[in-house]
């Protein structure tokens, strides 16, 4: 059973301003046996921004929760910290956010799973839009950043090309076309960089 009053007054706070659909997921994945289970349940449900928004602020007040725990009851410690993995688990399964992304490749780098990282990384690909990819390879943080770069230059060099002619996008797409064209041989990402060096944005 779950007493969310056990998670401290932050926790319970933001428990109290969750919809109801929300507290689910969450329930249901604290009873889950494990990670599996949770995304099984995520993914029956189809994408939902604002659940985004308040699994995130719950799992924020959770691991704050872990980490301020008193040393001498570690049995709260645990519990608080299986349910903040169930929340990542959740977002993990659900998201199409890059800030959401680069908020849980950062917890899972903190925390040494480096195996979680590497699921976060080749979900990047597949949920995010590549502009939303593009951001990421702007973001601060530098696993963040690398993560990001290599998910781009995985991306089909047509999108690649199509992103040379966005003035914000444009400096990213071009590295992971330059990468596909000289680290991996690719004669259509060579074809594009001499093509848009000599005719331009206007022509290109």
């Given at each position: ?15 109290n ?10 329930e249901?994945?604290w009873q889950?046996s ?7 349940i995520?993914q029956?449900a ?6 985004d928004?308040?699994?995130t602020q719950l799992?924020?007040?959770l691991?704050?929760s872990?980490?301020?725990a ?13 349910l ?5 688990d ?15 490749i950062e917890?899972a780098?903190?925390?040494k ?8 990384a080749?979900l990047l690909?597949e949920r ?7 951001d990421?390879a ?10 990001a770069?290599?998910a781009m230059?995985q ?7 199509a ?16 990468r596909?064209?000289?680290e991996f041989?690719?004669?259509d ?8 060096d ?7």
């Amino acid at each position: 059973m779950m007493i969310i009053e056990e998670f401290g007054p932050q926790v319970a706070s933001v428990w109290n301003h969750l919809r109801m659909a929300t507290r689910n997921l969450v329930e249901k994945a604290w009873q889950s046996s494990g990670a599996s289970a949770a995304a099984r349940i995520s993914q029956a449900a189809p994408y939902d921004p604002r659940a985004d928004q308040e699994l995130t602020q719950l799992l924020s007040a959770l691991d704050d929760s872990v980490g301020q725990a008193d040393k001498s009851n570690q049995e709260a410690a645990k519990r608080a910290q299986r349910l903040a993995d169930a929340c990542a688990d959740l977002l993990s399964q659900q998201t199409q956010s890059a800030e959401v992304f680069a908020r849980l490749i950062e917890r899972a780098h903190r925390r040494k799973d480096y195996k979680q990282v590497d699921a976060l990384a080749a979900l990047l690909p597949e949920r995010l839009a590549p502009s939303e990819l593009c951001d990421l390879a702007r973001a601060n943080n530098v696993i963040v950043r690398a993560l990001a770069h290599e998910a781009m230059t995985q991306m089909p060099t047509k999108i690649l090309a199509a992103l040379l002619r966005d003035p914000v996008d444009s400096v990213v797409a071009r590295q992971a076309l330059e990468r596909q064209a000289y680290e991996f041989g690719s004669a259509d990402a060579q074809r594009i960089l001499r093509e848009f060096d000599e005719f331009g944005i206007d022509e290109f």
